[in-house]
Nanobody, 125 residues
Framework: VQLQASGGGLVQAGGSLPLSCAASGRTFSNYAMGWFRQAPGKEREFVSAIRGNGGSTHYSDTVKGRFTISRDHAENTVYLQMNNLKPEDTAVYYC???????????????????WGKGTLVTVSS
């Protein structure tokens, strides 16, 4: 199983970036897929997740209203559209898969079994 995140880069504050994460090795349509991020010197934090088979979407309070998560089951890919980016959004962004996908586990990194290598997003002020 491999997860390959892409789309990171440098953007000015107020700008937008789309991230994508392609999964290979198995089909994840029944699983929850999520995004986490880790800024320098900080712990990894939950950003957003989408449950399997057209399930619900979830966001951290810091990105709600600015980021949108979606997925393409046919392509086994999850997306994160990031708008109105702020310097505090600067971090390495990781995609991950949560096989259980139950609601109580959706924000907990420990419940995600598969992780991509991450893609760096830098937002300049």
């Amino acid at each position: 199983v491999q997860l390959q995140a892409s789309g990171g880069g440098l953007v000015q504050a107020g700008g937008s970036l789309p991230l994508s994460c392609a999964a290979s090795g198995r089909t994840f349509s029944n699983y929850a897929m999520g995004w986490f991020r880790q800024a320098p010197g900080k712990e990894r934090e939950f950003v957003s997740a989408i449950r399997g088979n057209g399930g619900s979407t979830h966001y951290s309070d810091t990105v709600k209203g600015r980021f949108t998560i979606s997925r393409d089951h046919a392509e086994n890919t999850v997306y994160l559209q990031m708008n109105n980016l702020k310097p505090e959004d600067t971090a390495v962004y990781y995609c991950a898969v949560n096989p259980g996908g139950i609601l109580s586990s959706i924000r907990r990194a420990s419940q995600y079994d598969y992780w991509g290598k991450g893609t760096l997003v830098t937002v300049s002020s």
